[in-house]
């Protein structure tokens, strides 16, 4: 795409949804951070039915470690690999502990540094709880900056690059959440919904659908 492609690309996203949010529940930046580390490999929907009760006793990693790492398990059963999810976060609620006075860093070395915590896991708690702009690549958000010629990349570390690089700093602070959700909801993986897309015309995928 061209620079001025690329504006009209998210200036259309933000037209249609101007204050885009994540779609994991949480109420504070520890409760966001443990939503994200658990969505690995599993639906926002699927986190979010199981932390509502949880984030209804636990909101602090203090609170965490006493629950421990057994009854941590029993309630995010339903989540794929709860038991050694359930295992980073009461081992990363206990370093928070330790080395930040129960906060959650606002920096991105010392996030990763915490057990089940990546680039992508890091980058979603820095925009969404600290207002950074950065830019969280998931599969959803890797698919559509391949697919439209966004930003292509072969690893989500290479479209991350060219996504900061090639976004205007104005949509910044949103763009990996019209990214993710176009690509939950309209360039969905099996088949994308070409005749309902916004930015259709600005997009280089070759197979539209009809």
Aim: hydrophobic letters at 45%; one cysteine or more.
């Amino acid at each position: 795409m061209t620079a001025d492609d690329i504006d009209c690309f998210y200036a259309r996203l933000a037209a249609a949804n101007p204050e885009p949010r994540s779609e994991l529940h949480y109420v504070n930046a520890y409760t966001l951070l443990v939503a994200v580390v658990l969505s690995a490999q599993a639906t926002d929907a699927g986190v979010n039915k199981a932390t509502g009760p949880l984030f209804a006793r636990v909101t602090t990693p203090e609170a965490m470690v006493a629950l421990g790492e057994e009854a941590l398990r029993e309630a995010i059963k339903t989540i794929g690999l709860y038991k050694n999810k359930a295992r980073n976060v009461v081992a990363l609620s206990h370093l928070l502990v330790e080395r930040h006075g129960g906060a959650v860093p606002r920096d991105r070395a010392a996030l990763e540094a915490l057990p089940g915590v990546g680039r992508k896991t890091a980058n979603v708690v820095l925009n969404v709880a600290f207002g950074e702009p950065t830019i969280a690549v998931d599969t959803h958000c890797f698919r559509v900056a391949n697919r439209t010629g966004l930003a292509p990349g072969k690893t989500p570390l290479e479209v991350e690059e060219k996504l900061l690089a090639a976004t205007p700093a104005k949509w910044l602070q949103h763009a990996h959440h019209w990214l993710i959700l176009h690509g939950r909801y309209v360039c969905k993986a099996k088949k994308p919904d070409c005749p309902t897309c916004i930015v259709r015309d600005l997009c280089a995928y070759a197979d539209k659908t009809r």
